[in-house]
């Protein structure tokens, strides 16, 4: 069954208006350079210090305003008697998986959403171009096994995993601070709505429904808070963000833009580090199309089936939006130099993972004639979902049957099964 978010047309529109905050008692957070001056001229401050609020907040990432000293003294108590905050969302709980990621519910008014830290990436998407994690990367190892924390400073052992000089592969180490010229890598998975209406059947999010869109402080809230808890330092550390969490980013695009643009804008982010993944909204594709490559991430396509009639059995957006629809639309794109088309699939047993699928597969992306690339995820169990994991020898068939014929394949390394961080398993599982 079709959600009815996603039944109609003016149903999308409705879900796609942005819900910023504007009131005085509401967050800085989440409010671009020129929002924030114009709050400071509303009291009658120059424009300028729009700028210093912008700096403090998402440069330092200062969560109090008495700790903006570029403000003077008298200026930060008047506009906290205001009622004036920063406002950003904060980690609330945190667990750790035996392999090093790390799923924190982060607080979103009076919900949570989920968050994903990987330290090395999952060797499917890396965001940067790269397509998968390099042979330098050591792998972290003396982790403990399905620990949840209750808000607090991070576990050294977790911090990521750093490269202690790119040049020289093999040197990298683990570290606890910000060692001058070192840098880690990691990939975030970011949410954008708490829950989800698309209702893909393979999915545990989809259980919750959607409750709510996220705003753009609420989904740029995410990175600045987990870059905080990692002392991630922005233009050392190489950090990917994939828009992949809860929710479906194109059934809330003007905020998931504006986050987007902050994160780039203000926080100084590349959005070639950035991927936003879409289960195939057509008129959000149309509408990211138009995007300045400046600010647009690059694009997954969550496909997961060889053809429409296995589509709409898992994915029951398909019967809305159909494979050569999403296909037509995705060409719209101006792809920048050497960007690729990701198309995530997802290996169910039985269903999707067999070898003609493979080859069906491999004629679908050769048919769009786009630069692409597939990334295979083997499904991650979840409660109540009726599907079954694919074996290993399935899934190295598939993934060697597909790149037989050409496609540039990878195989995404399953992260944080037993927190249920994986891909398709993000569920509030504790109330925050
Ligand atoms: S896979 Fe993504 S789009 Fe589909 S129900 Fe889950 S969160 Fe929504």
């Known amino acids: 069954m079709l959600s009815p978010a996603v039944t109609g047309e003016s149903q999308l529109v409705s879900l796609d208006s942005t819900n910023q905050p504007g009131g005085s008692g509401s967050p800085l957070f989440g409010l671009n350079q020129q929002a924030l001056a114009a709050r400071m001229a509303a009291i009658g401050e120059p424009g300028w210090r729009g700028k210093q609020l912008t700096e403090a907040i998402y440069r330092q990432r200062l969560t109090d305003l008495n700790e903006i000293t570029t403000l003077p003294k008298p200026l930060r108590r008047r506009i906290a008697a205001e009622g004036w905050q920063v406002g950003r969302p904060s980690i609330v709980q945190v667990f750790q998986s035996v392999d090093g990621t790390e799923r924190y519910l982060v607080k979103a008014g009076e919900q949570t959403v989920e968050t994903v830290w990987m330290p090395e990436g999952d060797d499917g998407e890396a965001g940067d171009g790269s397509d998968s994690t390099d042979s330098r990367v050591p792998q972290v190892s003396t982790l403990r096994p399905g620990i949840t924390i209750k808000l ?16 020289q592969p093999g040197t990298g180490h683990h570290s606890t601070g910000a060692v001058g010229g070192n840098r880690f890598r990691a990939t975030i998975c970011v949410s954008s709505q708490v829950g989800c209406a698309v209702n893909c059947q393979f999915c545990l999010t989809a259980k919750l429904g959607l409750q709510r869109n996220l705003t753009a402080g609420e989904i740029a809230g995410q990175v600045i808070s987990v870059f905080d808890r990692h002392a991630v330092e922005v233009g050392r550390d190489r950090v990917n963000l994939v828009f992949m969490g809860m929710g479906e980013p194109f059934l809330n695009f003007a905020n998931f833009m504006a986050a987007v643009r902050l ?12 991927t936003v993944s879409t289960s195939g909204i057509v008129p959000g594709i149309e509408r990211f ?144």
Not at 308 to 333: G, H, L, S, T
């Open 152 to 167: 607090g400073a991070p576990d050294p052992s977790h911090l990521g995993t750093r490269d202690s000089d790119e040049s």
């Open 263 to 274: 994160l780039v804008e203000e926080v100084g982010l590349s959005p070639r580090r950035m």
């Open 289 to 432: 199309a138009q995007e300045s490559p400046e600010v647009r991430p690059k694009l997954a396509i969550s496909l997961n089936a060889p053809n429409d009639r296995i589509r709409e059995e898992i994915m029951p957006i398909n019967r809305k939006w159909p494979i050569e629809a999403v296909m037509d639309a995705v060409r719209q794109v101006q792809l920048r130099p050497r960007e690729r088309i990701t198309f995530e699939y997802v290996l169910l047993a039985g269903i999707t993972d067999q070898p003609e699928h493979a080859r069906e597969v491999a004629r679908l992306v050769r048919r769009t004639g786009l630069p692409a690339k597939v990334n295979l995820i083997a499904w991650n169990p979840g409660p109540g979902i009726a599907y079954t994991m694919p074996q290993p020898e399935a899934v190295e068939k598939f993934r060697a049957t597909l790149a037989g014929e050409g496609i540039p394949t990878y195989l995404r390394k399953p992260r944080g099964r037993d927190i249920y961080a994986a891909c398709g398993q993000l569920k509030r599982t504790v109330e925050g």
